[in-house]
């Protein structure tokens, strides 16, 4: 743009003759001006990792229909990205849809609009050697139309809305309604005597009126973030980390800021700082739209310690000279709770300006920028989770599975954020490539609804990866194709979920719609060759191992007493609600009295130890070897594959692992 400016000021004045006949002399400032609307023709329909030339275009009024009809083919609940997805896909295979918001929002698009989460977590597609390829993306269809309309790997949230009501406002068969202010499911029982499932057939709505309406529907797509409606009609879930044993954690929540005055000056300023710095301490790595960095943030000093601290940037630019920032964390914050969601926001913009003024002390090429506006709603990472026909599992993950009711991808990083103040959280691996059941949509109990985004059927660990809008987006447009399947083939969800010629018929449906089903060709990660590969699946589905983005789980490292110990005791903690005589005693009595246990090497004798106290045997320290072994505690299978009984390693310890919980609770994690 300095360039055309440059162009502009030396040429102003004169006068072009063009070669085509019939035009005529124009100016250059008008032949440059054609020039340039060119250039923004082309960008609004690809966009452009370069950035975003021009203003702002402001948020387009949406129009809303007063009352919804008596019936609908498909009601959607939900207006976040996967909601939109799944109501133009259902309005595309002929359904008549209503897409109703319940929430006091003027805009569509959600967490990306309102909660201002501005950067895409994109997953790319493998090459053959298994490395990401960011020039390919897993998730095409519905989701690829939006991208396409903005500006890059972040984009403005003002784009983002107009390019969403955009995908809405064109398909005649959606009717869209606002500000709802009650979205309570009509539930009945089961026609079928052998089911005791119950149907959802309809929403009773409330509009912003008051007035309330009953609108019957064959099909209810919930795509609140929070499974709201499912969870109203009965449909069964598990909360937060309730899965591994501790349903009062949570992911933080994250309440997003602006900073104004930013310049292409101050961004290069704050790549440069990052050059040569691996960890990105003061600096940042960036493309044209997104940055991340400044991992000394990490050692702010909170006003509010225990319920919010920052950690390292992610920022997202804006084309009104602001930057978004994604990095305040706030504990303790119950999102079904609306009185808890009040109180972290409050929290938030309490401990905002401290940060600010930090950053601006601390880093001098942020010191001209100042606190813009603060997001209307939280960034909520974690609630429910529901029990669908399928849970997804790390596992899968691992596997890199692709199942046979596929209706899309993922391959994100399992990235598990700090859910206190006093763990960081982790990213357990990177997945290559891994398939969404259509089972996950589908709740068990309930027929009449799906549900889709991050309160679908994922355990909480691989819902690190699968919670991303891409993927939620996939999963929204299968949702809409299936209900028209649904409704033609006079047959129920679970009723697709047990037959693979429906699934197949909704695949060659999202195909033909621009979703791609067909997996791109990779060989299988390093470690899935290891020996202690089936002892690894065990220690991640527990929440014991991470391999971080590389995925190097360190299988070859020497362990030690402390970390059996705590291993054992967080396998303790996970299974103890469902099988609570596999493991009565905590394990820590076995490492009394040994100097720097965390430090020392593991021996079989002291693992067999460990072992025996852990599920309660009256045993001696020199009968435990023996004990585990007869009792087959330990497989000797697993006993022989220790190469060095005098230092074991990971790997072996997460073969014990495996062993133990099969032959105390049964549970094989496959």
Known sequence: MQQIKELLKKLEGRTWRLPSKGMGLISAFTFLLLISCSWWAWWAVNGSEAGAPGQSQGFKKVVSVKAPDEEYDVIVTGTDPEGIAAAVSAAR??????????????????????????????????????????????????????????????????????KFYELVRKEKKIDLLMHASALEPIVTDSTNSSSEAKTVTGLTITTADGKIHKVKAKTVIDATQDADVAAAAGVPFTFGREDLGDEKSLMAVTLVFSLKGMTE??????????????????????????????????NYESTNP???????????????????????????????????????IEIGKAEIPHVVAHMKKHYPELATL???????????????????????????????????????????????QSTNAKYRGTIIMKPTQYAIPFRTLVPQKVDGILVVGRSASFDSLPHGSARTVPVGMAAGQAA??????ASE????????????????????????????????????????????????????????????????????????????????????TVISKAYPKALTAGADVTIKGLTKPDEIGLTWEQAAWTISQAVGAKVRRNEAAAYVLDQKIVNGTTYDQ????????YGEVYLLLRDVLKAQAGVVYN
């Open 93 to 162: 295979n002929g359904q008549k849809t209503l897409l109703v918001e319940g929430k006091d929002r003027d805009v569509l698009g959600g967490l990306f609009t309102v909660g201002w989460l501005n950067s895409l977590d994109n997953s790319f597609a493998p090459n053959e050697d298994g490395k990401a390829n960011p020039d390919k993306f897993l998730n095409e269809g519905i989701f690829q139309e939006w991208r396409k309309g903005v500006e890059g790997t972040s984009f403005d949230i003002r784009t983002a809305a107009n």
């Open 370 to 416: 100042e606190l813009g506006s603060i997001a209307p709603e939280l960034y909520v990472r974690e609630s429910r989770h529901m029990i669908g026909e399928y849970r997804l599992t790390m596992t899968d993950l691992l596997d890199n599975r692709d199942h046979w009711d596929k209706i899309g991808y993922g391959s994100y990083n399992a990235d598990i």
């Open 480 to 485: 809409g194709a299936a209900a028209a399947i």
């Open 265 to 298: 000056d101050i961004w290069q300023q704050m790549i440069k700082k990052g050059a040569g710095d691996p960890n990105l301490s003061k600096g940042m790595g960036a493309d044209a739209m997104s940055g991340w960095g400044y991992s000394d943030m990490w």
């Open 489 to 572: 083939r006079k047959v129920t969800f679970r009723d697709m979920t047990n037959s693979k010629p429906l699934v197949t018929e909704l695949q060659d449906k999202l195909t033909k719609q621009g979703v791609r089903l067909q997996p791109y060709p990779f060989g299988p990660p390093a470690y899935t060759k290891h020996k202690a590969y089936e002892g690894l699946k065990t220690a991640v589905s527990l929440g014991i191992a991470s391999g971080h983005e590389t995925n190097d789980f360190a299988l070859d490292k020497p362990s030690n007493p402390k970390q059996l110990v705590n291993a054992i005791n967080t396998m303790r």
């Open 642 to 649: 220790i190469t060095d009984k005098a230092k074991l390693t």
């Open 306 to 344: 225990d319920r919010v601290r920052m950690r390292g940037l992610n920022i997202g630019r804006q084309k009104d000279g602001t930057i978004l920032i994604n990095a305040l964390q706030i504990f303790g914050v119950d999102p079904l709770n609306p009185e808890s969601v009040k109180q972290g």
